[in-house]
């Protein structure tokens, strides 16, 4: 199965019409935004404009993006079912199906890349499922920890996986079969990622965006007015951040998270 790009077909709206963001991108080299959502992908322009760059409205619920550049998602078709794994090789080019997935098709809600290693892939369904070989065969590790949101992968071994549960932040060494608690916080975490140097960021809903330093959360940012369900640094500059809300607003840093603002004012 392939899904060419079509955005020079679909006519560019504006970011505000957008909803149900599931999933966000900086892809290197571009000022542009990519907003996976429940009715496309799509790129964002600096005017905040966003075109559908996929040739179908398909539900993105989940997506990701891999040290290299390369796009993975999942979800369901717009005519309907589960989308199992698809893959693009940049933000360019057009979709192809990987693998339907461990007892799949499956429909990833969460997946992330591991930073250190781009063959190897974690997604939530039916327990924690892994690939190590760039998405194309997967198999469950184990049930993974309870009320699951996020997954993000560190970037010091393949095989070390957090997740964010509604009880707190969880860690796994052995590519998702065995999980402890990887601080004494027990609240939700509603959002995970691995900066590009390597440090894995968290927001706690009425707390803020916090960093994770050895079994600490530090704060990096006192938001109390938002929830952040998805977050994305930009390769080629680390101030640069962009954060996705409940209820899909698109937030913008550029100053390391410190500070936000609406992406487009």
């Known amino acids: 199965m392939t899904a060419a790009f079509a955005g020079e077909h679909a ?67 717009a ?5 199992g794994v698809i893959g693009a090789d940049h933000a360019g080019s057009g979709w192809i ?5 461990a007892n799949g098709p499956v429909d990833f809600h969460a997946m992330t890349v591991s930073p250190s290693d781009p063959q190897t892939l974690y997604g939530s369904y ?9 998405g194309l065969t997967w198999s469950v590790a184990g049930p993974g920890p309870d009320d699951l949101i996020d997954l993000a992968a560190a970037a010091d071994d393949p095989g070390h996986l957090y997740a964010g549960t509604i009880t707190g932040l969880y860690e ?3 590519f998702g079969r065995s999980w ?3 601080t004494d916080i027990a609240m939700p975490v509603t959002a995970l990622e691995t900066a ?33 369900l998805h977050m994305a640094f930009d390769p080629d500059d680390p101030a640069r951040m962009v954060a996705v809300t409940s209820h899909s607003e698109v937030l913008s840093s550029g100053n390391g998270g410190k500070t936000w603002s609406p992406l487009v004012p």
């Open 11 to 77: 006519p560019a709206r504006p970011i505000a019409e957008l909803s149900h963001i599931h999933g966000v991108m900086l892809p290197a080299g571009s000022d542009d935004v990519l907003l996976a959502t429940h009715h496309g992908l799509y790129s964002v322009d600096a005017e905040g404009m966003a075109t559908m760059i996929t040739a179908t409205a398909d539900d993105f619920m989940g997506f990701t993006t891999s040290t290299d550049g390369k796009l993975f998602a999942s979800g369901h078709p």
């Open 79 to 83: 005519s309907g079912g589960n989308t």
């Open 97 to 101: 199906l990987l693998s339907p997935g």
């Open 126 to 134: 039916g327990g924690i499922q892994a690939s190590r070989n760039g």
């Open 172 to 174: 796994s060494f052995d």
């Open 180 to 182: 402890a608690a990887a």
């Open 196 to 228: 590009p140097d390597g440090t894995v960021w968290g927001f706690i809903p009425n707390l803020g965006l916090h960093r994770l330093n050895g079994s600490d959360l530090e704060m990096a940012s006192p938001i109390t007015d938002a929830v952040i």
